[in-house]
């Protein structure tokens, strides 16, 4: 029978989507007394509740996706930009997720603590911590409301409770003494960027809050810092220090020259260089200045091989690398540069930025390569005698960017602090229950607010700790990967990290393997770092050496002087960054080498993760574009 026969529509639609002001057996007699217009309304009415169905089905799926970024997993490296857009898996925009997920975390401290006294999870069993805390904040923040049907049974679940969620914001407001939600989004961006800065300080900023300049490299494989100065920097005035650069007033044309790094200039933070034909033409490159530092600290020479970037996208310290390399040939420059980088989106980016760059006849792209899957005994890999390994990191220490989310996550339902919490405020209420209406909107006990506090902090703590074990036992295993190429002489280490567990403690836990002392792998000590990095003042973290070597030590503060350490928001203008080198020799077991291998090996362990399915995917700043 053809589907369209009354008969089976009738079957059809009242299999799921009759409601209750048409039930089957109204729809029959309609049917069978021939009164059509009856029918016909049944029909219609099935029809519109089966698109909503859909329609539903398709818009949940933007707060089930958005969930999953929300998450902390083994998987996650790079920003929450790389990491949305290039989300193959997901069916709804892009652009939404990233600004659903963005928003949300921004504001999960305060709807957590909404979701939380509202109990809402505990009378709504259907709902998920990260769910509830992405319909809550559309239904609160959002000017469009939540992206579902008012039937949906989600939507349904959050709604109803509304009075109860908006009281709660309201007590939030009143507790930070604001009186409308554009206030408060202004207070926690203030909290939020402790270390963010004014575009035009009126005195000398704290330490934290100095402006983060225009930093630009000048490509010496296309031009030279002279011409560029004569020409697209002609109207800039040379200052003798970077604080006139950091303190300059929106508009100033104030041009910087390097005191560490050659060929690298800093402008004020306002200037737009994207639509210059210098920045078209690969002649400048806009590169963080610490994101110099490791092809600076290999000192590449055409005498000591080849050199590896193991990951190598985008391609700043790819083609400064190159860079240096050219300007130290005197001849035709025979020595390759080979850059691997296993995601494919990625090497498109890296190759096109080489190209950009002039530097396609000296570096080899190698797409989709895993660094980890390279034999070191077999060509070309056993002629490499330099690498730079800048693997994928938590990106905390990035200026302006989003890699590392920190998202405070509503209690679930069935946690006892949860209840305890619930039956404090029962307490609390039943305490209050006289005092006049203004006095009942005022904030729970001083004591409640305490325990409440420190149950976000450790869940955030435990959730960034799994993260950062989990990056940190992959940047090992890369590390000791490197260790294992036969001709290389000298490895850089860097990561965009403030966090010492993936800073000194690998560089440690490196040090104190097997492969350090069977390969001769010491750290380049200080003395012996190139002119301009020997000179910078900002070292490794003493008290993380300390803890890593399980005792105060000389040697200790030897790996501490080794390592350089770059912080934001400082007079010194750079991102977060973290570099050491390392170097082979005969003596790496000596105790004044810095050979850590008579040590406990117990920081950090080359373990049997799937480190592999980490990206690596180094986050530099700016890359191909002016963000």
């Known amino acids: 029978m053809h589907l369209l026969d009354p008969g089976n529509l009738l079957h059809f639609f009242s299999l799921e989507y009759a409601e209750v002001n048409h039930p089957k057996e109204l729809a029959t007699q309609e049917l069978i007394r021939g009164n059509v217009i009856g029918f016909c309304d049944f029909v219609e009415c099935c029809l519109n509740a089966f698109m909503r169905d859909q329609a539903g089905a398709v818009t949940m799926s933007l707060y089930y996706e958005a969930a999953q970024f929300l998450l902390p997993t083994q998987a996650q490296s790079g920003s929450l930009k790389s990491r949305v857009f290039g989300s193959k898996a997901v069916k709804s925009a892009p652009k939404q997720i990233f600004a659903l997920v963005a928003e949300a975390s921004k504001w999960s401290g305060v709807l957590s603590e909404v979701i939380d006294k509202s109990q809402l999870l505990r009378q709504e069993r259907k709902l998920s911590p990260s769910i509830a805390l992405l319909l809550v904040h559309d239904l609160l923040l959002s000017k469009s409301g939540i992206a579902v049907p008012a039937s949906h049974p989600l939507r349904v679940a959050v709604t109803r409770h509304k009075a109860r969620l908006s009281a709660e914001l309201t007590k939030i407001r009143i507790k930070k003494l604001v009186t409308s939600n554009d206030e408060l989004r202004s207070v926690l961006r203030s909290t939020d960027d402790s270390q963010a800065v004014s575009q035009e300080p009126t005195s000398t900023p704290a330490d934290g809050q100095w402006p983060h300049p225009r930093w630009v490299r000048v490509n010496t494989l296309k031009t030279t810092l002279e011409d560029q100065i004569q020409t697209s920097f002609v109207d800039f005035e040379p200052v003798p220090s970077l604080r006139e650069v950091l303190l300059a007033k929106p508009g100033s044309k104030f041009l910087y020259l390097d005191e560490h790094i ?43 091989g080849d050199y590896l970037d193991a990951c190598a ?18 001849d035709a420059c025979k020595t390759r540069v080979w850059a691997c980088e296993r995601d494919e989106n990625r090497a498109d980016t890296l190759t096109k930025m080489i190209s950009r760059a002039g530097c396609q006849d000296s570096v080899t792209v190698k797409a989709g390569q895993d660094f980890l899957l390279l034999d070191p005994e077999k060509a070309p890999w056993k002629d490499v005698g330099s690498l730079l390994l800048d693997p994928s990191c938590s990106g905390s ?10 998202v405070t996550f509503p209690a679930d339902r069935d946690n006892r602090s949860t209840q305890s919490r619930s039956r404090k405020r029962k307490r609390g209420r039943q305490a209050e229950r006289k005092p006049s ?18 149950t976000d902090a450790v869940t955030s703590s435990r959730l960034l700790g799994v993260r950062l074990e989990a990056l940190s036992a992959f940047q090992l295993r890369l590390l000791l990967h490197a260790f294992q190429f036969p001709g290389a002489s000298r490895i850089s280490y860097s990561t965009c990290s403030i966090y010492g567990r993936e800073n000194e403690q690998v560089v440690i836990a ?12 010491r750290l380049l000590r200080r003395g012996e770092q190139v002119g301009g990095l020997k000179s910078w003042p900002v070292r490794g973290d003493i008290n993380v050496c300390n803890g890593a070597m399980g005792s105060t030590s000389a040697q200790a503060r030897q790996v501490a002087e080794a390592c350089m350490r770059c912080r934001a928001g400082t007079e010194h ?5 973290f ?25 950090l362990a080359a373990r049997g993760d799937e480190g592999h399915s980490f990206r690596a995917s180094s986050e530099e700043w700016g890359g191909l574009s002016d963000g």
């Open 313 to 330: 996208a985008p391609g700043n310290k790819t083609t400064h690398l190159a860079a240096i390399l050219q300007s130290r040939c005197k």
């Open 579 to 603: 570099v050491a080198a390392f170097v082979r020799d005969s003596n790496a077991n000596s105790a004044s080498s810095m050979g850590l291998s008579h040590y406990p090996k117990e920081p």
């Open 510 to 521: 490196a040090l104190q393997s097997t492969a350090a002392s069977e390969f001769g792998w």
């Open 262 to 304: 050659p060929d690298l200039i800093a402008l004020p933070a306002d200037t737009k260089l994207v639509t210059t034909a210098a920045y078209r033409n690969g002649l400048i490159i806009l590169q963080d200045k610490a994101s110099c530092f490791p092809a600076a600290l290999l000192e590449p020479a055409p005498e000591h």
């Open 573 to 577: 203008g750079t991102q977060g960054f």
């Open 437 to 454: 209406a203004a006095v009942a909107i005022e904030i729970a006990p001083q004591e409640e607010e305490e325990e409440e506090e420190q």
């Open 397 to 406: 220490g990035m200026v302006g960017r989003d890699s590392m989310l920190v």
